[in-house]
Structures are given as C-alpha cells and as structure tokens.
C-alpha cells in the first residue's frame, strides 16, 4: 500500500512556485489508494524564525492554505511536526548513525553559509530531522520540490546506516519530483526561481488591486508591442501557462513573434495572466475566507491529524528503539 507524505516549512506566505512545485502534487495524491501525511514543518522553520508570532501565524496561514487548495481531512492526515514528538526522538536514533560528512555535503547548508548565515547547529542537522520525519510514518512515496531531492535522498541513505546497523526498522521510500520542468521551476517576478529569499514572489491568494500591482511587477522590456519577438525568451509566458491553456498561451506567444499593429504589449499580456489567475484561484480564495473565520475548526483537523500520525510514528519509534537494544 501506498503510503505518501510530505512537509512544507510555515516560513512565509505560500507563493504560486510552492503550489505548482509542490503542494498541488501533495493535493492529487489524495486521490490515490493508500494514506497520505502531510505537515507543517513548524520544527524545521524554527531554524530561521525568531518571531513567534509570525511563527504562529504562519503555521495557521499554511494549515488553511492546505485545506482551501483543497487538501481533504477524511483523505489526507494534516498535522503540525512539533506535535509529533516521536519525530524528534527518532531524529536522535538517526543523528547517531550519521556521518557529518554526509551532512557537510548539503546544498542547501552549504548556499546558506555561502550567505553569509552562521550556521545553528539545528540548520546542520536539519536533513536528519527530514528523514525522521520521512521514516517516521513507514512512507513509501515523499512528493517534494526538485530542490529536496537532495534531502530526500539524505534520508534513503540514513535509513539504510540504521538497518545496516540493526536491522529492517525503516522503510527506504521513494521520491517524486513533478515531471514538467516547467513546474520544478516557477519563476519569480524577476525571471529568477520564485522563491521567498528573493523577495520575487506572488502570493497564491492575493486578487483585486493588490494582485495587479503585483503582476505589473513582472520583469519585461521596453521594446514596443510592434516589435516583433522571441517568446521563448519571454519568462512571463512561463507564468501565463500556469493558469492558461497551452492553446491560448501559443495564440499569445505567436502574435508577439510576429509582432505588427495586431501584437499585444506587455501591460496587455500581464492583465490577462492577472485575470486567468485571479480566476485559477477564486474558489480556493472562498474557501480561505470561510477557514480564516472558523479558527477552532482548523485546530481541530491539526489535533485530530496529530492523534493519527502519532500513533504510527509511535510504532516506529518503538521498533527502533528496541532494535537498538534502547528497549
Ligand atoms: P522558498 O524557496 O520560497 O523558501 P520553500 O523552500 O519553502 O520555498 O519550498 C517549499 C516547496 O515548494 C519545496 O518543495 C520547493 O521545492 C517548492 N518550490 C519553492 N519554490 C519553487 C519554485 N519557484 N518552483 C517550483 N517549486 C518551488
Ligand atoms: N525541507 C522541506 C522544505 O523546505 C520541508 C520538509 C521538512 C519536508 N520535512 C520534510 C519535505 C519531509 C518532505 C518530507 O520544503
């Protein structure tokens, strides 16, 4: 049987890089035979956050983002990570088989030290506490953004030193990244990999005015509607085939190549994105408005999520720790 599961960090707003990257993978899998974990990965944030209550807000912002994309309680567990203890324990088992080579080997710890951030030692240690929480439910299947791959291979590799060392406790899962390149790699409005760091992001939920300026922000050029151009250098088409139809988004991108009186400007292409966009959302954006003002009804999913993923991960913690002589 199936078993999937995936965490996202409530280290900011959800842009549309994360839902086309990855939350839209975690909400279609929903649908499949099997169970489904998914969690906010409240622990792993608390690496960069000191801010508790944005921290706070945050972690109810992703909850009700999850469920208004339209993630079901009755299909998929939705949990917070910090209410799962027994991920952190197994985070120790795991730490002490561990080499800090492996660690050291990190993209993602080696870009933030290039940063310049100086390292905790929770930002370090921070894929041991991913792979517990990859084994700690017997997942089979994890659905992540191509930038956890790395990760995600972290914690294959980690269950295998802990039952190399002691024998069959964890399963080794596989990964699923989304196939279109397109959706590995949303760009932001600068043309970069939207991403919170970069400040280029758009926010799945913002509609009206604010929608608007935000989509005014795309990079483009001043080269005249006239002129005729390249598409495929054009990233905002990137953008406009997310909410668009591949057939619309051609006629698009072929009145610019020609260019001419009948071509489009930019202002033009960026009203219709903002359109196709403001409507791609609009039932989820609904029901947001709807969870936002019944907070007691997103805690209950929270804490009825929690109860389920902790009598599994409970199981698992207590094979492990009996493998290892602790029991
Ligand atoms: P950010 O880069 O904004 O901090 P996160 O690192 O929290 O985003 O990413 C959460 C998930 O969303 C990850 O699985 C990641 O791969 C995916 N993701 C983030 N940005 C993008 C993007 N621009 N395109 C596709 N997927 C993305
Ligand atoms: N590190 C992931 C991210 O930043 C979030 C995460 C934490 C996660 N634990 C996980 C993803 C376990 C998949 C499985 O996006």
């Not at 802990?162 to 279109?180: C, L």
């Amino acid at each position: 049987m199936q078993t999937s599961l995936s965490g996202i960090q409530p280290s900011g707003l959800l842009h549309i890089g994360n839902y086309f990257g990855a939350i839209r993978q975690h909400i279609q899998l929903q649908d499949q035979a099997g169970e489904n974990f998914y969690f906010i990965a409240d622990y792993h944030a608390l690496t960069s956050s000191r801010d508790p209550e944005a921290l706070r807000n945050f972690v109810f912002e992703t909850a009700v983002s999850y469920l208004a994309l339209g993630l079901d309680p009755a299909k998929a567990c939705l949990f917070r990570q910090s209410d799962v203890p027994e991920v952190t324990e197994i985070a120790w088992l795991l730490a002490t088989v561990t080499g800090m080579g492996l660690l050291e080997r990190a993209h993602s710890f080696k870009d933030k030290v290039a940063q310049g951030i100086k390292p905790s030692v929770g930002l370090f240690t921070y894929p041991v506490l991913m792979a517990a929480d990859i084994l700690a439910y017997d997942s089979t299947l994890v659905p992540v953004g191509k930038d956890q791959i790395q990760h995600v291979e972290m914690a294959q590799d980690m269950a295998g030193y802990f039952n190399g060392a002691f024998g069959d406790v964890f399963i080794r899962p596989e990964m699923m990244v989304p196939k279109a390149e397109s959706m590995q790699k949303v760009p932001g409005l600068d043309g970069q990999k939207m991403s919170k760091s970069y400040g280029n992001t758009i926010w799945i939920f913002e509609t009206g005015k604010p929608l608007k300026k935000i989509i005014n922000k795309i990079v483009t050029d001043s080269r005249p509607p006239q002129e005729p151009k390249d598409p495929n250098e054009l990233f905002l088409f990137d953008i406009m085939a997310l909410f668009a139809d591949q057939s619309e988004v051609d006629e698009w991108k072929e009145k610019v190549r020609l260019g001419g009186d009948g071509a489009p400007g930019y202002g033009h292409l960026k009203g219709f994105i903002r359109d196709a966009m403001e409507e791609y959302f609009a039932a989820a954006r609904l029901r947001r408005y709807e969870l936002i003002a019944d907070r007691g009804e997103v805690e209950r999913i929270l804490k009825a999520g929690a109860l389920k993923a902790r009598a599994r991960a409970s199981e698992v913690r207590d094979r492990a720790l009996t493998a290892c002589g602790l029991r």
